[in-house]
């Protein structure tokens, strides 16, 4: 009989895992052994898998749920006429067009605020990327998430990040990608998770209310999910 907590960790699958171990401990040979170990290995990536997914349409629909949407003529215009977005005071999300003209940014930003954008944390894989390298400090940092090696080498460098984003408490911040709506937000949902100590949820709501084009694939939210305790442990 699997204990409750067993009982909590498996709810999710279709069968008990402690039913599958207990078939390893009754085979009989060293074959049968090996075959059920790699069943139990597959069983248990495909649980986790589900329970990601399971997690990701939730935070979806929550997202959908808690959301204004705009009439599709002033969709259309955000899309025609991007522009990059304060999520908070030091943190902007903006896509490639904003990062390009950063000087007319920050000019703006300057006329409204008396400050500037200090530091472009650069996401994107735009060819012409060259164009506005001397214009304003830019810190490089690719986003791969396909594998789990690359998923945890990304992790690895966005927390790097993110603390030197937290030691500069005076620098403001333009987040960009390609559009301003994955791979940013991915990185702005870090920050606020362990900077201002949001739930994912929160910070994926908060990010949608001021960044209105975010539109987060599946692979980056089931990144964030998968991900989101070792997050939160870093807070301080």
């Known amino acids: 009989m699997a204990s409750s907590a067993q009982t909590a960790e498996t709810s999710h699958y279709m069968f008990s895992l402690e039913d599958i171990k207990q078939l390893i401990e009754q085979s009989?040979?060293?074959e049968d052994t090996i075959s059920y170990v790699k069943?139990?290995?597959?069983?248990?990536?495909?649980?986790k898998e589900t329970i990601i997914m399971r997690r990701v349409s939730e935070i979806k629909q929550t997202i959908e749920d808690t959301y204004v949407h705009f009439s599709p003529e002033e969709?259309?215009?955000l899309l025609t006429e991007p522009t990059y977005n304060e999520i908070i005071p030091k943190i902007f999300i903006g896509p490639f067009t904003q990062a390009i003209r950063v000087y007319d940014v920050n000019s703006e930003m300057i006329s409204t605020t008396g400050s500037m954008i200090d530091y472009i944390i650069d996401l994107s894989t735009?060819?012409?990327e060259n164009e506005y390298l001397t214009k304003v400090p830019k810190i490089k940092l690719t986003v791969d998430v396909d594998s789990d090696v690359e998923s945890e080498r990304t992790l690895s460098n966005i927390m790097d990040i993110v603390t030197f984003i937290r030691i500069y408490t005076e620098r403001k911040f333009l987040i960009q990608d390609i559009n301003g709506d994955n791979e940013a937000v991915v990185f702005t949902a870090i920050y606020l998770m362990i900077n201002n100590k949001m739930s994912l949820i929160e910070s994926l709501v908060f990010i949608k209310e001021a960044n209105t084009l975010t539109n987060?694939?599946?692979?980056?939210?089931a990144f964030l999910v998968k991900y989101e305790q070792q997050i939160i442990s870093h807070r301080s």
Do not use: I, W
Request: no cysteine; charged share 25%.
């Open 126 to 128: 735009h060819p012409n």
């Open 75 to 77: 969709h259309l215009r």
């Open 39 to 47: 069943l139990l290995s597959k069983l248990e990536t495909f649980g």
């Open 216 to 221: 987060l694939h599946d692979k980056y939210l």
């Open 28 to 30: 009989t040979s060293e």
